[in-house]
């Protein structure tokens, strides 16, 4: 039965999380991008989170239940260090992987603005706002990294820009150096 519950309950909780209003934000612009792996990246933290707490919660009563207590120190070092793995690695490296995934990015044209609604450490949405020329392209391409905006490194997928345009100019593609064709015709 307790399983179960701790289940539905993370079920109830997950979806309670990820179902947000309606994302027009006039203040943030016009929304040049959604990711399309939120609900997941969501998901799979807050399932991580939830095993986390609950490792803890268990492992007195394990602990006491199985004995090893009283065995001895190599075995009781190798236990704690299985359980701290599962419980503090995993969702540390969870959030250090996914903390740059773009949820949202919306843009102001007029003051060639970005904000990017990315998921903090307590799963809450965080805004930051920058300038396109706060846009810094890694030289060798990263796993987890499209663009720095300042120093956060920052995580979308090109193909789910409704509009390239809206793409090419986040990266600067749009005034590169290289010649234009209006260069060409002279």
């Given at each position: ?38 609900k997941?990246?969501?998901g ?17 009563y394990?602990m ?12 009781q ?15 540390v490296t ?7 995934y773009?949820?949202?990015?919306y843009?102001?044209d ?9 998921y ?32 956060k ?8 820009f ?13 005034k590169?150096?290289?010649f ?7």
């Amino acid at each position: 039965g307790f399983i179960f519950q701790v289940a539905s309950f993370q079920g109830v909780a997950v979806r309670s999380l990820s179902t947000s209003s309606p994302h027009d934000h006039p203040e943030h612009g016009r929304l040049v991008y959604k990711g399309n792996l939120a609900k997941a990246v969501l998901g799979v933290k807050f399932f991580s989170y939830s095993t986390s707490i609950f490792n803890l919660f268990m492992m007195p009563y394990i602990m006491l239940k199985s004995g090893i207590g009283v065995e001895s120190l190599l075995v009781q070092a190798a236990f704690y260090g299985l359980v701290g793995i599962f419980t503090f690695v995993t969702p540390v490296t969870l959030h250090i992987l996914t903390k740059g995934y773009v949820i949202r990015l919306y843009y102001k044209d007029e003051v060639d603005t970005y904000t990017a609604i990315t998921y903090n450490a307590i799963l809450a949405e965080k805004v930051t706002v920058f300038h396109q020329k706060d846009v810094k392209i890694p030289d060798i391409t990263k796993m987890f990294t499209t663009f720095y905006a300042k120093t956060k490194s920052m995580l979308v997928n090109p193909t789910l820009f409704p509009n390239p345009q809206d793409y090419n100019h986040l990266m600067g593609y749009d005034k590169s150096s290289f010649f234009k064709f209006e260069d060409l015709e002279e």
